[in-house]
């Protein structure tokens, strides 16, 4: 992957292109979580660069974007739109995890037409009927929460609790390693603060995947999951063995489902469908849905 740099009003963003790009190709642009990096993604770089153009940030706030001084949804959206205009590209596929799959929701309460497919990992919806004013004011108040616990004790219940494997674990330590308590505490404060402000119902013109890890136990994500499944009729696949970062617990099966999703899609097609199967016609979403319920 080739570093690049986008300089803004409010710091400097640094985004990762694969080297082979071309233009006839499908663009997968990943979305990494809240904390975490784009290296996150490493195992899903190794295998879709060679035939497809990728792309990755590091957020406002994370990796190498950390000297970042306002965040907002319509920052970080003008943020993705600028990178794709330096770029020169005009549409792509999301892959989108955790606080990720946020920024492609967003995009797509903006502007329609951009994201032409969309792959949640862990991921939550936009929509304001899925949250409750519980929910809302306990993310008003995540920062603040996070300062009942030693940061050694905080970063080790981040990595353990979104890990079920000890590549999903380590990698998750070296991510948080970058930061001090004070400063994780405001990076998370200033995602749940603007996610809060922006969140609206949302028209997803485009296939959406969902995925989540068999052992994924962070806040509401599984409850969220089902909902959208139900709600949407989205396909929803569990990735087995795998938690919260399920891309880097369980690689070869995400990268199986992702590769499926995007190769079967139909890119500006006139039709526009949530209820994608990926090309195989079985009960596999109802039945990764039982068992994600069980």
Same mark, same amino acid.
């Given at each position: ?8 009003? !409010? ?17 997968? $642009?990943?979305?990494?979580? %809240? ?9 899903? &770089?190794?295998? &879709?660069?060679?035939?497809?153009? +990728?792309?990755?940030?590091?957020? /406002? ?8 001084? +306002? ?9 993705? #739109? ?6 020169? $590209? ?12 946020? &920024? ?19 991921? @939550? ?13 306990? %993310? ?9 616990? /030693?940061?050694?004790? #905080?970063? #080790? ?18 991510? #948080? @390693? ?9 990076? +998370? ?6 996610? +809060? ?7 997803? =013109?485009? /296939? ?6 068999? !052992? =994924? ?13 139900? !709600? ?11 938690? !919260? ?5 369980? /690689? ?30 079985? @009960? ?6 039982? %068992?994600?319920?069980?």
């Amino acid at each position: 992957m080739i570093e690049k740099q986008l300089e803004i009003q !409010h710091g400097t963003i640094y985004y990762y292109t694969s080297e082979n790009w071309d233009e006839d190709r499908k663009t997968i $642009f990943f979305f990494h979580g %809240l904390t975490a990096n784009h290296t996150m993604f490493e195992k899903q &770089f190794e295998f &879709f660069c060679d035939e497809f153009n +990728v792309i990755a940030w590091d957020s /406002p706030g994370h990796g190498k974007s950390r000297l970042f001084r +306002v965040f907002t949804m319509d920052e970080a959206t003008d943020i993705i #739109l600028k990178i794709m205009k330096q770029e020169k $590209f005009e549409s792509f596929i999301a892959v989108g995890q955790s606080y990720g799959g946020y &920024f492609p929701q967003a995009i797509m309460c903006r502007k329609s037409g951009i994201v032409q497919g969309f792959v949640g990992i862990g991921t @939550s919806p936009y929509g304001e009927d899925y949250y409750s004013e519980m929910d809302y004011w306990i %993310l008003r108040r995540a920062g603040l929460m996070c300062r009942f616990f /030693p940061w050694p004790i #905080l970063k #080790l219940l981040s990595a353990i609790g979104v890990s079920s494997t000890m590549d999903g674990f380590k990698n998750m330590m070296q991510m #948080l @390693s970058q930061y001090d308590k004070k400063e994780y505490e405001k990076v +998370v404060q200033d995602y749940y603060d603007a996610l +809060v402000d922006d969140i609206k119902d949302v028209d997803i =013109d485009c /296939p959406v995947l969902l995925t989540i890890g068999q !052992h =994924d136990r962070t806040g509401k994500v599984r409850k969220y999951n089902v909902r959208w499944h139900k !709600h949407t009729g989205c396909r929803l696949e569990v990735i087995k063995g795998a938690s !919260h970062n399920a891309n880097v617990d369980n /690689p070869d099966r995400m990268n199986e489902i992702i590769y499926s999703f995007v190769c079967n899609l139909k890119i500006n097609s006139n039709t526009n469908t949530n209820n994608t199967n990926d090309g195989n016609n079985t @009960s596999s979403d109802e039945e990764s849905c039982e %068992l994600f319920i069980e």
